[in-house]
């Protein structure tokens, strides 16, 4: 039995309220059953219209990361404590293939995302609606999807908070599909289509994409990245800030203490969800 198939049947996950709770999708997007789990506040309560968050995970993890690294029992504490806003946070499965739909036609992650998993947990824990109550959260592979999420849908999430990933132009993304490393995910390729597609490439460039405020429609950005990352994560994001700044586009840039490791992400992912949901007055 895999390690997901037995935390389903001790959450009961069917019925049986829980703070993680797991369940499977038939999913058209890509022709088999898809997971998802659900993380909700302590004491939750039918009926409780909280915002949405959804969080793209990394390369390797899967939707049992939040129990597994401990972050769920971390957002418990901090609402607990009043530190932290009461929210939904949905877990899509993303398995390693970076939440794209496939230059291939093989996979559809990003349909799997935004037209069944989202709105499954939309209906059934009755969040608060989007634009205003629907909100990214990815790291490291999950935060290159969470910005091609938000580039590809303008004015459909209030904000989205970028963890630990590379943020790249056409240029690095051509550097991403032929570097050693990022090739043992696979042939990239497949993913991105090739980088002679000039127009699937613009689409996914924030240095294009992003030029004034208005580009962003709205959407609060968060990115942040550790001062003892992985390799050359730092220079995309420092790019992307420069970028910001010289546009005059708002944004919040922050380098923590720390590398690509979860323990250094659990503060993040709180202050990220607490820039998300402060008021419009406040600063960005």
């Given amino acids: 039995m895999t390690r997901l198939a037995v935390l389903m049947l001790l959450t009961g996950c069917a019925t049986t309220p829980a703070r993680m709770i797991y369940r499977q999708l038939d999913s058209r997007a890509m022709g088999k059953p898809m997971s998802y789990a659900v993380y909700t506040p302590p004491r939750f309560a039918p009926g409780e219209q909280l915002p949405l968050f959804v969080f793209l995970h990394g390369g390797g993890d899967d939707v049992t990361c939040l129990e597994e690294e401990g972050v769920a029992a971390y957002l418990d504490r901090e609402i607990d404590g009043g530190r932290l806003p009461r929210v939904i946070v949905l877990v899509p499965e993303g398995d390693r293939g970076f939440w794209a739909n496939w230059a291939d036609g093989t996979h559809r992650y990003e349909d799997w995302v935004l037209g069944e998993a989202m709105p499954a947990a939309m209906q059934r824990w009755g969040t608060q609606r989007c634009p205003a109550g629907c909100h990214l959260l990815g790291i490291s592979m999950g935060a290159n999807g969470a910005l091609r999420f938000a580039l590809a849908h303008p004015g459909l999430f209030g904000s989205a908070a970028l963890l630990s990933g590379p943020i790249l132009d056409a240029r690095g993304m051509e550097w991403m599909m032929q570097n050693w490393f990022m090739r043992t995910f696979g042939r990239l390729d497949r993913v991105f289509g090739s980088t002679s597609d000039q127009r699937r490439m613009w689409r996914a460039d924030p240095f294009q994409r992003w030029r004034s405020a208005e580009d962003l429609a709205g959407l609060r950005l968060f990115f ?32 923590f203490h720390g590398g690509h490791r979860w323990a250094d992400w659990q503060p993040v992912l709180a202050e990220a969800i607490r820039a998300a949901l402060a008021p419009t007055s406040a600063p960005r």
Avoid: F, K, S, W
């Fill in 224 to 255: 942040a990245h550790g001062d003892d990352d992985r390799p050359g994560l730092a220079e995309t994001n420092v790019a992307l800030h420069q970028h910001l700044e010289a546009h005059g586009i708002p944004h919040r840039y922050l380098v």
